[in-house]
């Protein structure tokens, strides 16, 4: 049973599902190319890069900074309309590459772009876990 | 080569259809509608028409839109497209089309594309069915909408130049003065700086009035070859220069927020047109949120960049300015069917070109710029069009 069944679930494709199985881990997994040793995202059969054909899938630290931001006063759709506000976000992992998220876990008006953030799952359903972001410890 | 193409094909027909609020007609009849009332202005009839070329609706989707429209009109085309890519779609058609001309596959064209999502569809449909130019599985279950995906570009341009909202503000407020001038605009009420920054914040620093329209409506251009518009009825509007630049589909792929793809359009229309911006006496620049259009003066290479944003609050997009910019009033202010949305910014250059664009119209108009550009900051293609074939 989907916890938030109107939701715009991902559906994985062959190419994408190692990532969301990870996911369902609580785990970030992203594809390394062998060739060139960069590191790509979203998930694709060829390097971005080089265009080598042989990835690696590398545990992400989960860690990165805010690129840009903004704070969403109106949901696309009633199933994105509970939780009041919403930040939505461009995040670039410490590994280079860019994903877009959600920001939770603070006060959407503490957000601010170059904000160190972290890697928090929300499970949506038995099988999708959505990789969200909230601030970094401050130590 | 694109040169090869420079004063070839004119654009010898214009036809826009009711837009705002427009109950009575569906996307399909008002992408018929837009071709008829082209072929009218143009004093031709549609036996003349050897190539169509449409776009999708949202609102009344067909598998093969082109195929379907020219058997709804009863025409039988030798070249028919259907094509896609969001709001640059109206102007990347236009020099394939011309290039399908310019090479014999074909002589007259229409282009005509047109939507329905105020009328034809639910708000919440429409919605989701803009927004669903997220990537499916990396962007979309984070339930951005488009505003908040442009929200993305305003916060990371307004930081990285020290924009201010009242500058975005003034792009919105310089497109309704030119509404008010614009009987068939759908908002004509005026506005002010004070007044966009008091409209509710949709996607931060986005308010209302800094977003554009959801409307019906569509447009309609007949272009034929620059030997036939000669002898045709309407003052013949010649395309000049063409150049289409690619960066990304989707935002989170972006490799800069704040530099766009137009700049590698701009280049290549003004490089085959031989005119630089310099040249242009008018703009229509895609005005989908008002920051777009600050990037958009920048990239087009009209100010260097950072400084867009005063360019337009000292007024130079005004009619009487150095750069008159969206003079019928734009997404902003006229309407956005979506899709078709440029449509009207072709439509209007023609007209202004034609010097028949009434109270609105640019003194000695001889060329223009037009820039659309799709997806979210995706898609670019400039034209530049002239009263003359250069």
Request: glycine residues 10%; hydrophobic residues 40%.
């Amino acid at each position: 049973m989907s916890k938030q069944p109107a939701k715009h679930f991902p559906v994985p494709t062959p190419e994408t599902a190692p990532y969301w199985e990870a996911c369902h881990n609580h785990q970030l997994l992203i594809q390394k190319c062998a060739d060139c040793g960069k590191h790509q995202f979203y998930p694709r059969t060829v390097c971005s890069h080089c265009t080598g054909g042989t990835l690696e899938w590398a545990e992400a630290s989960g860690r990165g900074e805010i690129v840009s931001y903004t704070i969403m006063h109106r949901a696309v759709s009633k199933a994105y309309a509970g939780g009041g506000v919403t930040v939505l976000a461009l995040i670039r992992l410490e590994e280079d590459v860019q994903m877009m998220s959600n920001i939770i876990g603070c006060d959407p008006e503490q957000v601010c772009t170059g904000m160190s953030v972290e890697i928090i799952f929300e499970d949506w359903s038995d099988e999708i876990s959505m990789p969200m972001f909230r601030p970094a410890d401050q130590q | 080569m694109l040169g090869a193409l420079r004063g070839k094909v004119a654009i010898v027909g214009i036809g826009d259809t009711e837009v705002g609020i427009v109950p009575h007609m569906g996307a399909t009849g008002l992408c018929v509608d837009a071709i008829r009332r082209a072929l009218d202005d143009a004093g031709l009839a549609k036996t003349d028409l050897d190539g169509l070329v449409t776009c999708n609706s949202m609102a009344d989707p067909y598998l093969y839109h082109a195929e379907m429209i020219a058997e709804y009109l009863q025409i039988f085309p030798r070249y028919c497209l259907g094509a896609g890519a969001g709001g640059g779609t109206s102007f990347t058609v236009l020099h394939h089309a011309a290039s399908a001309i310019a090479t014999g596959v074909c002589k007259t064209v229409v282009i005509s594309m047109a939507d329905s999502l105020r009328s034809g569809m639910t708000r919440e449909r429409a919605m989701t069915a803009q927004s669903s130019t997220g990537h499916p599985q990396f962007e979309s279950p984070y339930g951005p909408t488009v505003p908040a995906l442009y929200g993305l570009i305003a916060r990371a341009y307004m930081e990285a130049y020290g924009t201010t909202p009242e500058q975005l503000a003034a792009v919105a407020v310089n497109s309704r003065n030119h509404a008010q001038l614009n009987p068939l605009a759908q908002m004509r009420e005026p506005i002010t700086v004070e007044d966009v920054l008091a409209s509710r914040m949709i996607a931060d620093p986005l308010h209302l009035l800094d977003c554009s329209l959801v409307s019906d409506g569509g447009a309609a251009v007949v272009l034929t070859s620059a030997e036939r518009a000669a002898d045709m009825k309407q003052t013949p509007v010649y395309l000049l220069g063409a150049g289409e630049g690619h960066g990304h589909e989707h935002i989170s792929q972006a490799h800069s927020l704040t530099t766009s793809a137009a700049s590698e359009s701009g280049k290549r229309a003004v490089e085959m047109a031989g005119l630089g911006p310099k040249d242009m006496d008018f703009a229509e620049l895609y005005d989908c949120f008002t920051p777009v259009v600050l990037i958009e003066l920048e990239d087009l290479g009209f100010c260097k960049k950072g400084e867009a944003g005063a360019f337009v609050e000292a007024g130079n997009l005004a009619l009487d300015g150095s750069l008159p910019t969206n003079t019928h009033g734009g997404l902003l202010s006229h309407c956005h069917p979506g899709n078709p949305g440029s449509m009207f910014a072709l439509t209007e250059a023609v007209q202004q070109l034609r010097h028949a664009a009434g109270d609105r119209q640019v003194k000695d108009a001889e060329t223009a710029l037009v820039h659309a550009q799709g997806g979210i900051m995706s898609s670019h293609c400039t034209l530049i069009l002239g009263r003359e074939p250069g």
